[in-house]
């Protein structure tokens, strides 16, 4: 291994099993910087390395909530102010004709959010990472498990998170050239 400066080491794994158990001892050994690559999504593996992210969940009813609050003050303001048509003496303010597009601009908001929250929690576009830099990683995407411990993270030293990398039974270990 040279002493270059690198992005950080990643252990290959045959089956996703390993790749949980490793994530799990990872994590408990105190590392936070840490990522997992496979062919299919491990929702284990997810959770090992201690992703309980509830970011998205707010994202999404924040967005319902401007929808639905939005939607209906719409109709609120078509309705009694911009045009009171009084339509066989029902009161202006009928709520219950402002439901059906509440209901509906609380689903379109909260989904638009959803997607623009998911590319930018994710750090999309990304046309390169340094993981790419790997030869082997190319089979992440068809039958390989990957587990990636970034160079800043806290606890990382290069020659300590390798040994402890190899102790993990990983088929391969490799270092990530940033």
């Known amino acids: 291994m040279s002493t270059a400066p690198i992005y950080g080491l990643m252990a290959e ?3 996703p099993a390993a790749l949980v158990a490793a994530a799990k001892r990872v994590y408990a050994a105190g590392y936070r ?8 999504p491990v929702e284990e593996a997810w959770e090992a390395i201690g992703h309980r992210d509830r970011r998205m969940s707010f994202i999404v009813l924040m967005g319902g909530l401007v929808g639905g609050l939005g939607g209906y ?5 078509v309705h009694t102010m911009a045009y009171p048509i009084n339509v066989a003496g029902k009161p202006l303010n009928s709520w219950p004709q402002f439901i059906p597009v509440t209901f509906e601009m609380t689903i379109l908001i909260a989904a638009l959010s959803a997607v623009i929250g998911m590319i930018v929690l994710n ?14 990683f190319e089979h992440a ?5 990957f587990l990636l411990i970034e160079s800043n993270d806290p606890k990382f030293d290069r020659q ?3 040994e402890f990398l190899k102790g993990l039974d990983a088929s391969e270990i490799n270092e990530v050239a940033p």
């Open 13 to 15: 794994f045959d089956t």
């Open 33 to 40: 910087k840490i990522d997992t690559f496979s062919p299919f």
């Open 73 to 77: 003050g719409l109709e609120y303001w």
């Open 123 to 136: 750090g999309l576009p990304m046309p390169y990472h340094p993981v790419f830099n790997v030869p082997r």
């Open 141 to 145: 995407s068809r039958d390989k498990f």
């Open 160 to 162: 300590r998170t390798l």
